[in-house]
């Protein structure tokens, strides 16, 4: 049995907006007779609102404000959440598997723990989002801005990091396999490059393995004990 809730008593609380609430609504309605149905919600402002633990399962939130809105441990698996306003929204242990989030504007986002395997991210705003222990293996990162996010130990096995600007922590994350190309910025360290887990790097020997992967300018900084 799913842990996940697809009921209007199940939503810890409604968005402020009438209209958000509406589409809430006729989906409850909907997928009650029919599991195969979505949430439309393209455009919407679901700001105030809590849903946290819903199934929201290829979900269309295209260009949504959803700024500050909690998605903790909720299911948007193949959602569409592209050019959203997701800043200070909490996604903590939800699952983004497969999502849709390019161009999305997530500013200092809660994204610890999340599963994002396989997510499209291509040009995201992440600056300042915790994404901590989340799973990004296989997802796109292409120009996203990740300037002051924290990925400690996130798994970004296979994923794509070129052309953007990377985060600040990196520690105890697994990069194996990572697409790197005009990369840049400054990391801390270390980092796990290898497939089976042994094989951590850190200063000039992890700026090294940045340089030969075709980052423009990675610079690993020094944390004091």
Not at 170 to 182: K, P, S, T, V, Y
């Amino acid at each position: 049995m799913s842990r996940y809730k697809q009921s209007s008593g199940d939503v810890t609380r409604w968005p402020d907006s009438l209209e958000a609430r509406e589409a809430l609504e006729e989906w409850f309605t909907a997928v009650a007779s029919d599991p195969t149905s979505y949430l439309s919600g393209d455009f919407l402002d679901f700001r105030g609102a809590d849903l946290s633990t819903i199934d929201l399962t290829d979900a269309y939130l295209v260009s949504s404000c959803l700024t500050r809105v909690r998605f903790e441990d909720a299911n948007l698996g193949g959602a569409n959440l592209s050019s959203a306003e997701l800043a200070g929204a909490d996604l903590s242990f939800a699952d983004l598997a497969k999502a849709e989030l390019v161009g999305c504007s997530a500013s200092n986002a809660r994204f610890r723990g999340a599963r994002l395997f396989a997510a499209e991210l291509d040009e995201a705003v992440l600056a300042g989002a915790d994404l901590s222990h989340a799973i990004l293996n296989s997802a796109k990162l292409y120009k996203s801005d990740l300037r002051g996010a924290n990925l400690e130990f996130a798994s970004l096995r296979w994923c794509t990091l070129g052309s953007g600007t990377m985060p600040t922590v990196l520690a105890g994350a697994r990069m194996f396999g990572c697409q790197l190309e005009g990369a840049k910025g400054t990391v801390v360290g270390p980092v796990v490059v290898d497939e089976h887990g042994a094989l951590p790097l850190d200063g000039a020997e992890l700026e090294a393995w940045f340089s030969e992967r075709g980052a423009e300018n990675i610079q690993v900084l020094r944390v004091s004990g």
